[in-house]
């Protein structure tokens, strides 16, 4: 009897096998929460959000079709993305998960929302604004999605059209996003004043503490800073690192009222602090200048090549993947002026220009580019461009400056610049030395 049990045994364990891989549930994979490190991973903060997104892995492990919980993980790998400053990971991860929501549900609002203001990060601007003009005509009436649109048309320079964005979304949500988008356009047209006004009324919509809130109120800052008042500004970065400690950007405005006072050494501990914490391209490269106004050439020279190296390897990515990867050109073709490869810096901003002929800030690159390539009566065309709204940022102010006074229109010229030197000449250490080099020799 046992010589035909053993067999019989083998068929039944053989059956049980078989029948445990047909009917089991499918194994869900969803992109892991990588821990936080330093002043980031303090607080209840983390300890919360990690609560939650295990929570919503969980859930998606239980029912592979719960797309609610698919969409809520994503909206909290894109905001892990903003705290963190890990684009490349966490809005590959938000995406991935958006696509397998979009491919069950096509008109899914609120995915096509999210799919949109990542193609914004990502800098993938005609994408987002394709994206955001699908879901206003799912749903009209969302103050988010006019967001969306404000934001798209201001990066593809349709600057009427983002104003009219704008202005719905304050009709149907006024809040926190809402104020800034004005505050922004007004910046965008001159009105600093009223920018500041609009700044101000966005921080005090928002909860103390929180990243948004306090990103808002550095931004308020930063708008201070640009119209002079550095006291003021530096106020709001002391309340944004109070409110949020170790906040990385607030920990870089610091940085700025450092290099104000000439204080180089301390800007570049806050700017290396601010880099420990947050993956930012726009750190290395202030730090690029900071180490050679401070006698630190080799330091800069190795920042230098470590930003570019940075954004090089995030447009390649772009280049080989339609809906990710961050399109970097227009940071390229600065770093390389650091570098002084200019043939690649105008390369990267036509580049860019070709994407957004129509955008004051891609003209300016191509204006400072063509600058700096000793191409003046071309600078200018450009030039001409970016200034059409009216902007007051004293960066713009000064380089236009430079280029009129080596067209020979030397009044006009040096009357913007020595402006911007009496505003925020520390803004940007390339255009102070210039400037300078101009007023001395007149």
Sequence with gaps: MKKYLYPSLLVVFGLMALAIFVFKKPAV??????????????????????????????????????????????????????????????????????????????????????????????????????????????????????GLLTDANVEMGHYEEAIKMADKMNELRPDLPAYARVSYLREIYGDVPGAIQAMDMAVKAGYIGLEQTEWTRVALGHLHEISGDTARARGYYLMALAARPGYAYALAGMGRMAAARRDYATAIRHYQQARGLVKDYAFADELTDLYRLNGQPSEAQKMAKESIAMLASAAQEADDNEQMGHYADRELAYAYLKTNELDKALEHAKIEYTRRPDNIDVNETMAWVLYKRGQYAEAQKYMQVARRTGSKNPVLLARAGLILTKLGKTAEGQALIENSLKTAPYLNPDVEAEGKKLLAVR
């Design 29 to 146: 994979r969803t992109p892991e929460l990588k821990e936080r490190r330093g002043d980031l991973a303090a607080g209840g903060e983390w300890l919360n959000t990690k609560a939650a997104i295990e929570g919503l892995r969980a859930k998606l492990r239980q029912n592979p079709n719960d797309h609610k919980s698919r969409l809520l993980l994503a909206q909290a790998y894109m905001q892990e993305a903003r705290v963190t400053g890990d684009h490349p990971y966490y809005d590959g991860a938000a995406m991935e998960l958006l696509e397998e929501v979009l491919q069950a549900e096509p008109d899914n609002f609120e995915a096509l929302c999210c799919k949109a203001s990542l193609s914004l990060t990502q800098h993938h601007f005609a994408q987002g604004l394709g994206l955001a003009e699908q879901a206003r005509q799912l749903n009209p009436n969302s103050g988010f999605v006019y």
